[in-house]
């Protein structure tokens, strides 16, 4: 295992130590217990959107903490959610009274976590919300498993319902439209090589070298099966297919497309594969009207992308279109 | 042998360098089937009760197991720690301010601990998750003490046994709770990580008392 680390076991401490001394303006970082927060929190009258959750996806969530996005993020050990004795400070540290909502990953620790810091806020007084975020088309049975998991719709609805609340909207405004987001939005990944988790040292999983995992999430863990590997355009066609149907895209549908890459891919890769996806909504008759590519949330090193379609309407439009300024976002300010 | 305060200490501290011991082993079969994290964070959670066990001496048992809860809830993370937290904690509120834990308190407490585990995680025996290993101990252990038969000693190991032998039962289970949910049949063939660090914890329980 090569990587650019001191110790296995500072690894989060070093990077979000790091990550504040790089954007001083924007954020305020704590330490013990660790969580980020931005620069102006609490913002008067303003309902505070906290996230969180394991490590090793950045910038996700740190990387969306400012304004028109999250006030706070919440990063747990290397692919392990964070604890209620950071989450409640976090929530405490944004309240300005107007509620707080929790952005969570749909995994059974980020759940359980912030369910227990959601009770304890409540518990002094702090009005809660929790949405789930829910997106990955990959986990078929949700009967039979811990359900759908998060993955890159949840960067959207970061945005989206972050921008409600830097406009005004209420505590009920704003899960609701969070909400919107993930009812609406569905995310296929791949990879076509494992990360390596620094304390375990070792790759997640094993692939040879003409093998790719379809249906991965992103912590590493092995996906829907293995396939020998393919051309771009037809790797593209396998994870648009199940995003498309489970949408339920019908022509006239306008599109935010979203290519995600996973750590280790380059943005080359993701744009051929963009151009790949865009023909495939064309001639399914929806129109892109917004689009997002790059490294957004990812899975340490891991090569590979994910395919996120989110089914847009005014509403969500314009607030996607709403000045946003954070380490990773930045625009219209 | 009573299982008094200075027992729970002493099983405490056998948690801890069990987790230590099987760290990479958890890892290992976490990385099967989950994403490689639960020897990491259990030898954390434990390493921490450790360090409290080190700034003051709980005076019960039921003590003992509280401050246990609240350290793991605080520091191990992903769904261990709440898990495992409410688990400690439904123990305790169990055994309450007794001094000593009779046999047939103990088979309570595991049941508590059980209870809890399947409150919060919403797994059902079966699921391939660390329920899978406290039913059994919980069934074994009540036995063992409505029995009769067995002393105090002879109900932690009917516990123990019972929960290595649920771990091991875990393998052809195809996963239905958990991160390894996402594999579905591909989880098959695999042992749960969760059910091995609760039967870990439940033999170190025989160890502190032998």
Sequence with gaps: ????????????????????????????????????????????????????????????????????????????AVFTSPTPDQ??????????????????????????????????????????????VNDDVAVEDSLYTAGRRGVGGTVLVEKIAGAAAERGDDL???????EKVNANVRTMGVALSACTV??????????????????????????????????ADSITNRLLEPVLADLGITAGDKVLLFVNGMGGTPLSELYIVYRRAVQVLAEAGAT????????????????????????????????WDAPVHTAALRWGM | MVLDAGWAVKWLTLC????????????????????????????????????????????????????????????????????????????????????????????????????????????EPGDKTMVDAWTPAVDAARAAADGGSADLLGVLVAAAEAAEA???ATDPLIARKGRASYLGERSAGHRDP???????????AVGAAA
């Design chain 1, 1 to 76: 295992m090569k990587k650019l680390i001191n110790d296995p076991r500072s690894v989060v401490e070093e990077a979000v130590q790091g990550f504040g001394l790089a954007y001083a303006e924007l954020v305020t970082v704590s330490e013990d217990p660790t969580y980020i927060t931005r620069k102006d929190a609490p913002v008067a009258g303003k309902v505070g959107l906290v996230s969180g959750g394991g490590s090793g996806h950045e910038p996700l969530h740190a990387g969306y903490v400012g304004k028109g996005m999250l006030d706070a993020a919440v990063p747990g």
């Design chain 1, 87 to 132: 989450i409640l400070p976090a929530t405490e540290a944004v309240n300005s009274g107007a509620g707080v909502v929790h952005i969570v990953k749909n995994y059974t620790g980020d759940v359980l976590n912030f369910e227990t810091a959601a009770e304890l806020a409540e518990a002094e007084g702090i009005s809660v919300r929790t949405v789930l």
């Design chain 1, 172 to 178: 009920d405004a704003v899960a609701a439209v969070a």
């Design chain 1, 198 to 231: 620094p304390h375990a040292g070792t790759p997640s999983f094993d692939l040879a070298d003409d093998e790719i995992e379809i249906g991965i999430g992103i912590h590493g863990e092995p996906g829907r099966h293995k396939i020998p590997m393919e051309n």
């Design chain 1, 288 to 319: 892109v009207e917004r689009s997002l590519v790059g490294n957004y949330i990812t899975a340490l090193e891991m090569q590979g992308c994910s395919i996120t379609v989110l089914r847009l309407d005014d509403q969500m439009t314009e607030l």
């Design chain 2, 16 to 123: 801890a360098q069990a987790m230590a011991e099987h760290r990479v082993e958890l890892i290992e079969l976490d990385r099967a089937i989950g994403d490689s994290d639960h020897g990491e964070n259990m030898d954390r959670g434990f390493q921490a009760v450790l360090a409290k066990l080190g700034e003051s001496t709980p005076e019960t048992p039921g003590a003992a197991l509280k401050m246990t809860a609240m350290t793991l809830m605080s520091k191990v993370g992903g769904a261990a720690g709440p898990l495992y937290g409410t688990a400690f904690l439904r123990a305790a509120t169990a055994v309450g301010d007794a001094a000593e834990i009779e046999p047939s308190t103990w088979a309570d407490a595991l049941a508590a601990a059980r209870d809890g585990i399947v409150a919060r995680g919403k797994a």
């Design chain 2, 166 to 168: 649920g771990a091991v």
């Design chain 2, 194 to 204: 969760g059910a091995v660090s609760s039967a870990l914890i439940l033999r170190a």
